[in-house]
């Protein structure tokens, strides 16, 4: 690798833990340019209705109409507006970065919506008309609000740019010719401001050090993919091989597979070129995205809002059980309430999943036959406890802790057997349900999926159920999954 690559990733900041301190936790969410384009249309939304109700009370007389009627001119006017602005590119990080071009915006796309609302009140209220001045001023009250907005938003976006919070952190996996350009571009002057270069690999996942070289102290702890993810947000890895060594491409993309990143393999001198699917570009290049980021901006941030809700009023909900439960735990006899046992999570990153203590205890137990029905180290506490699923209840507090989702694919022990093998070699596309966090229910739990995994097919099964919920994932899958799993999915012949 060139000496100049190796200056550019030496600018990473040195983030080594101390001895002794707990893991990165990398964050679900991360700023992209339709997060902030989605929050300026939310915030014109509100901004505008709340013009509204300001222009109703700053007006001495009351406007010749109902609250419900301004409401409505309101709503079609706002409709239109983000509409216009939406058609027209306006809503796009580029517009907000100069005060000339967000006033231009603001002026122009406003007259669609001006225009409306006069229509509206000509058509079905004309009496409004009498007392004219009470529509230029609310129209006036709004643009003003608008307008200030746009700077706070300008004066945001600028800080977001100068810390870098918008550019994509890539990963470059690959050697020879193609990686070495693919690098000296990302480096370039017009793409520093959109990409940062935080590491390159080579195709067995290992840092490409040159011989001889010193390995930077900051990055000497991280020397693979898999932990230098596990500790530091990566947004998008280039495989950078040509196509002619597509064996190792589709090796790469297998074993890429748990990342939470887009993962791209550029079509630079291949002469493939999809016919149905049109190529990404990146630095100028036309690249193949073959794995998607799940839960991208908006959609992070309703994850774990919904985490966050939910499990903070699930755990008040249930705090009165919990306490039942460990006060019948602790009668019953020797030994810890709370069970900690070691979980695959979001990116392959080992945690302590929390449940209540259902069996007695037994140090050689490693986690990886999991439990069998009749197991005879199951209490008699512990056999309610799992019946009714309450022991499941303490996972509550891995969701506050990051560490877990209400709704996602349910982590296991790294080790767990399915019949004569470990799941996660056994069943190929497993390591995909690590590129979202863990969940105390999922879609696979709701179809079929409780109680033991004691055979390739049904984990086959599982890991295919979890990857249709990584797909389509929506509020109100999820919403959908909560409701069947309080209604029918806590207790049944399954359930053990």
């Not at 596990?230 to 597979?257: G, K």
């Not at 993962?263 to 001198?269: C, G, L, N, Q, S």
């Not at 995909?432 to 004691?454: L, S, V, Y």
Request: proline share 5%; with cysteine; charged share 20%.
């Amino acid at each position: 690798m060139s000496a100049a690559v190796q200056s550019d990733i030496r600018r990473v900041p040195d983030t080594r833990r101390p001895e002794g301190t707990p893991q990165r936790r990398v964050s679900l969410i991360r700023w992209t340019h339709g997060l902030i384009n989605r929050g300026v249309i939310c915030g014109d939304v509100i901004l505008i209705l709340a013009s509204t109700g300001a222009g109703w009370l700053a007006i001495p007389e009351l406007p010749p109409l109902t609250w419900l009627q301004a409401l409505t001119v309101a709503l079609i006017m706002t409709l239109v507006f983000v509409r216009t602005n939406l058609w027209m590119g306006a809503y796009r990080v580029e517009r907000y970065t100069t005060l000339r071009t967000q006033l231009v915006d603001l002026m122009v796309y406003s007259l669609p919506a001006l225009a409306a609302g006069v229509i509206i009140l000509l058509a079905f209220v004309p009496h409004a008309w009498g007392r004219w001045y009470w529509f230029w001023m609310w129209y006036a009250i709004s643009f003003g609000t608008l307008v200030v907005a746009r700077q706070v938003e300008r004066i945001v976006l600028r800080i977001a740019l100068r810390r870098g919070l918008l550019r994509r952190r890539v990963v470059v996996v690959g050697s020879g010719p193609m990686s070495e350009s693919l690098i000296s571009r990302i480096r370039t002057l017009d793409t520093m401001q959109e990409y940062q270069l935080v590491g390159v690999f080579n195709e067995q996942l290992t840092r490409a050090w040159r011989s001889g070289e010193e390995v930077p102290s900051e990055l000497a702890d991280r020397p693979d993919l898999t932990k230098y993810a596990q500790n530091y947000a990566v947004d998008l890895v280039v495989i950078a091989l040509p196509w002619d060594r597509s064996a190792e491409i589709f090796t790469l993309i297998r074993r890429l597979q748990w990342i939470a990143a887009d993962v791209v393999v550029p079509f630079e001198a291949s002469g493939l070129r999809p016919q149905f699917v049109p190529p990404m570009i990146f630095v100028n290049s036309p690249v193949l995205q073959v794995m998607r980021r799940p839960f991208k901006g908006t959609q992070g941030l309703l994850k774990l809002a919904e985490d966050y809700v939910v499990g903070m009023l699930g755990l008040l909900a249930v705090s009165p059980i919990l306490l039942a439960a460990a006060i019948a735990i602790r009668l019953e006899g020797k030994g810890p309430i709370l069970f900690r046992q070691p979980r695959v999570g979001f990116n392959s990153k080992p945690f302590l999943i929390y449940k209540l203590r259902t069996m007695t205890v037994d140090p050689t137990d490693d986690g990886s036959k999991g439990t069998q029905r009749d197991d005879q180290r199951i209490t008699r506490v512990g056999a309610f406890l799992r019946r009714t699923s309450i022991d499941e209840l303490p996972q509550l507090l891995n969701v506050l802790r990051g560490e877990m989702s209400i709704v996602g694919p349910r982590p296991h022990v790294s080790n767990m057997l399915v019949g004569e093998g470990v799941y996660s070699d056994v069943v190929r596309q497993y390591a995909a349900r690590q590129r979202i966090k863990p969940g105390i229910t999922g879609w696979a739990q709701i179809n079929g999926m409780r109680g033991g995994i004691n055979t390739v097919a049904k984990a086959t099964e599982g890991a295919d159920l979890d990857l249709y919920y990584v797909a389509n994932w929506s509020l109100r899958l999820d919403i959908k999954i909560m409701i069947q799993t309080l209604a029918q999915g806590l207790v049944g012949r399954d359930v053990f």
